[in-house]
């Protein structure tokens, strides 16, 4: 009996301390909890401001490169507008000129025609002088009827013979045949043509053949 009474006396001391151990421990978390508590509802951490000023500047960064994505698309854009109105332009004109110059082929044959009947017609005309009372009077008015229906027939389709004596040489319109004494003229000019020259809708489609004046050499 004494013995346990002994070892409850030894127990009790141990016994107190621990609760006061157990006290201490629950001031100290609940302190602990405090203090956490108190972190989690005050001023932001100063740790945490870099992480904002990165993800503005990401943001900032994004809508740069957004930015210069638009403006690309765009530049690009607009150069294949200005590409397909180009593109456009040249269709229609590309029509256009088949449309003006699809006979261009048949108009060079013509004008052959044509120079036959004038120089047929010419000779029918001196023939006729020579003997104005033969048929060939008839036949001449009848060529030169044929001759001034044909010549405003071209000109309806936009098909016109050149008239270069006395204008300057061009050598996008003349071929020179020969050179003929400058009497009269200045040097330079068309004296005569030995072959009309065509234009259709203003293009050359066949040149003149002409002798061009050049100054006399003594």
Same mark, same amino acid.
């Given at each position: 009996?004494?013995?346990?009474?002994?070892?409850?006396?030894?127990?009790?001391?141990?016994?107190?301390?621990?609760?006061? @151990?157990? %006290?201490?421990?629950? +001031?100290?978390?609940? =302190? =602990?909890?405090?203090?956490?508590?108190? @972190?989690?509802?005050?001023?932001?951490?100063?740790?945490?401001?870099?992480?904002? *000023?990165?993800?503005?500047?990401?943001?900032?960064?994004?809508?740069?490169?957004?930015?210069?994505?638009?403006?690309?698309?765009?530049?690009?854009?607009?150069?294949?507008?200005?590409?397909?109105?180009? *593109?456009?332009?040249?269709?229609?004109?590309?029509?256009?000129? +088949?449309?003006?110059?699809? $006979?261009?082929?048949?108009?060079? @044959?013509?004008?052959?025609?044509?120079?036959?009947?004038?120089?047929?017609?010419?000779?029918? $005309?001196?023939?006729?002088?020579? @003997?104005? !009372?033969?048929?060939?009077?008839?036949? /001449?008015?009848?060529?030169?009827?044929?001759?001034?229906?044909?010549?405003?027939?071209?000109?309806? %389709?936009?098909?016109?013979?050149?008239?270069?004596?006395?204008?300057?040489?061009?050598?996008?319109?003349?071929?020179? *045949? /020969?050179?003929?004494?400058?009497?009269?003229?200045?040097?330079?000019?068309?004296?005569?043509?030995?072959? !009309?020259?065509?234009?259709?809708?203003?293009?050359? $489609?066949? %040149?003149?053949?002409?002798? *061009? +004046?050049?100054?006399?050499?003594?």
């Amino acid at each position: 009996m004494a013995a346990c009474r002994s070892v409850q006396s030894c127990i009790n001391p141990l016994l107190q301390r621990l609760r006061g @151990d157990r %006290h201490l421990l629950f +001031a100290f978390s609940t =302190a =602990a909890q405090q203090r956490n508590t108190g @972190d989690d509802c005050g001023p932001e951490d100063p740790r945490d401001e870099p992480r904002h *000023v990165l993800d503005e500047n990401t943001s900032d960064h994004k809508t740069i490169k957004l930015e210069e994505q638009v403006r690309d698309l765009t530049e690009r854009y607009q150069r294949a507008q200005t590409d397909s109105e180009n *593109v456009r332009r040249r269709t229609q004109k590309f029509v256009e000129d +088949a449309k003006l110059f699809g $006979i261009q082929s048949f108009c060079r @044959d013509l004008v052959e025609v044509a120079d036959i009947l004038e120089k047929t017609t010419e000779s029918t $005309i001196e023939g006729e002088r020579n @003997d104005p !009372d033969s048929a060939l009077k008839k036949i /001449c008015e009848g060529l030169s009827l044929v001759e001034s229906k044909l010549q405003s027939i071209f000109t309806k %389709h936009g098909l016109q013979k050149m008239n270069p004596i006395g204008g300057k040489y061009d050598p996008y319109d003349h071929e020179i *045949v /020969c050179h003929v004494p400058a009497e009269g003229v200045k040097p330079g000019t068309v004296a005569l043509v030995t072959l !009309d020259g065509y234009k259709l809708h203003g293009r050359t $489609i066949r %040149h003149a053949q002409v002798g *061009v +004046a050049v100054e006399s050499q003594e």
